[in-house]
C-alpha cells in the first residue's frame, strides 16, 4: 500500500448498512504538510479520537494510552468503517420516528474528572441512547512526562468530548420534535469499525502481517463488518505481500478468529513469540494464507483450475520428500561413519595389545640377557681372584725356598693346607 491514505469501494453489509473503507496511517499522516482530510468536515485529529475512542471502549483491557500508541505507532496503517453523514442523519431520524416521545432521559451535562481518559473516550461509544454498555472504571496514568502526540491527543480531547455531549443532547430534543439537523451527528456516530496492522519482517525473514487491534461498535456487531475487515487484511493486493497473518486475539473473540482460519495452535505459533505483547487477556493466532491471495482471484466467477492446485500439491510433496530424502541420507551417512570409525578404533586396540604383549616379550628377552652377563661377570671375577691368590702363593714359596734351601719338604707339606677355607670349601 502506498500513502498515508487509501480510500476503497463502500461496502454493504447486513442491516442495510453501507460504509466507506478506509485505510490510514496516522504516524505518516500527521506529518504530511496540507495532509488530506480522512472524514469531510471533520479534522484528522477528531477521527483519530474517535478512533481511540471506540478500540478503548471495545478493548477496555489494553487502556486507552496504549490504544492511542498503537495506532500512532510509525509503520501501523488503521483501517477505518465509516458511514455516510446523511445515512446517519436518515437512521437517527428513522428511530426517532419509530420511538416517539419514549425516550431515555438525557444525562446532564456534568463536570467530568480531567485524569479519566477511559471514562472521556467510552461516554462517546457506550451506545446509550439504544442501550446501556460497559462502563469501565480504568483510570489513566497520571505520569508527568508524556510524548507530545499523547499530549497533543489529551489537548483536545475535552472540547471533543463536550461537542459530542451536545450533539447527543441535540439529538435527544430535536428527536421529539421528529426532526434530527445536520449539526447533530459528528464522527463520533460515523465510525463502525477501525483495526490496527502492520507489516513486520522476523528475525527469521519471514514477513508478517500482525494485526494489533479489531474492534466493530457494538450496535453494529453481527452484520458481517468484522468479516469484511479480515477478508480485507487477507487480500495482499491491498494490505501487502505477507507469509503469515497473526493477530492478537482477546479471549472473548478466539471463537471469532477461529472461524476466520486463525489457528491457536502453540506449538505452530511459537515461532511468532517474539511479536508477543503484554496485554492481558490475549493470545497469538497465527493464519496461512492459500497461494492464490489477491481479491480478483476470491471473485465467485473465478475458480482455481483443479490441475493448478494438484500441480503445488505436487510440488510442494516433492519438496517435503527431497527435505526427508537429504535427512535420511545424511544420518544413514553418519551412522557408516560412525561404523568405519568403530572397526578403525578395535583395529588400533588389537595393534595396541600385540605391541604390548611384544614389548613384555622383550622386557623378559633383556632381563635373561643381564642375568646371564652378570654371570658371566661374577664367574669371571672369580677366575681372576683364583688366579691371583695361586699366583702370591707361588711367590712365597720360592722367596722361602731362597731363605730355607734344607726345610723345602717340610714347606711343601705345609703349604699343601689351604690359609683359610672358604664357604664352598675353596681356599682363597
Ligand atoms: C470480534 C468482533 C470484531 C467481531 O465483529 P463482527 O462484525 O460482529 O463479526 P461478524 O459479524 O463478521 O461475525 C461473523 C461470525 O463470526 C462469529 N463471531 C463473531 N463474533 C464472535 C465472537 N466474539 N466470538 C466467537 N465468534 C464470533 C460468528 O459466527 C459470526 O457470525 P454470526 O454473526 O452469523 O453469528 C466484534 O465482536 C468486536 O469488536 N468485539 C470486541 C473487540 C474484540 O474482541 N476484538 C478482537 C480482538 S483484537
Known sequence: MEGCMVRLHSVHFRGAFSAQPIIVNFHELFQTRDAPTILPTVKNEDVLRAVVALLDTSLPEIGPRDVHETVHYP?????????????VLEDYSGRASQKGTNLS?????????????????????????????ETSEEMIATETSVSWSWEQFCEGLQE?????????????????????????????????????????ILSTGDMVLQLSLLAVRKRYRHLGIGSYIMELLKTQSIVGKYDTLVAHADTDAIGFFKFHGLTDDPL????????????????????????????????PVFSLSLREVEMNMDVARSQ????????????????????????????????????????????????DIENKFLMYRLKNTKELLDNIASDSDDQGLIEREHANPGTQGQETAQSEEPPFQTTEGAGV
Open 75 to 87: 509503520g501501523i496503517h488503521t483501517i477505518i468503517l465509516s458511514q455516510d453523514h446523511a445515512d
Open 105 to 133: 432521559p438525557v444525562p446532564c451535562k456534568a463536570k467530568v474528572e480531567a485524569d479519566s481518559t477511559h471514562k472521556l473516550l467510552t461516554e462517546l461509544y457506550s451506545d446509550s441512547e439504544e442501550s446501556t454498555e
Open 160 to 200: 471533543f468530548v463536550d461537542g459530542a455531549r451536545d450533539r447527543k443532547e441535540k439529538r435527544a430534543v430535536q428527536q421529539e420534535d421528529g426532526k434530527i439537523l445536520p449539526s447533530a451527528v459528528g464522527v463520533e456516530s460515523l465510525i463502525m469499525a477501525a483495526a490496527c496492522y502492520e507489516l513486520k
Open 268 to 299: 505452530l505459533n511459537d515461532q511468532f513469540k517474539e511479536l508477543k505483547d503484554d496485554w492481558t487477556n490475549s493470545i497469538l493466532m497465527s493464519y496461512l494464507p492459500p497461494f492464490t491471495t489477491d481479491l480478483e482471484m476470491r471473485n
Open 320 to 367: 517435503a520428500l527431497f527435505a526427508y530424502q537429504q535427512q535420511v541420507m545424511c544420518v544413514t551417512r553418519l551412522l557408516e561413519e560412525v561404523k568405519i570409525l568403530r572397526k578403525q578404533l578395535d583395529l588400533k586396540r588389537e595393534e595396541v595389545d600385540r605391541l604390548n604383549s611384544k614389548l613384555e616379550q622383550e622386557k623378559r628377552k633383556r632381563h
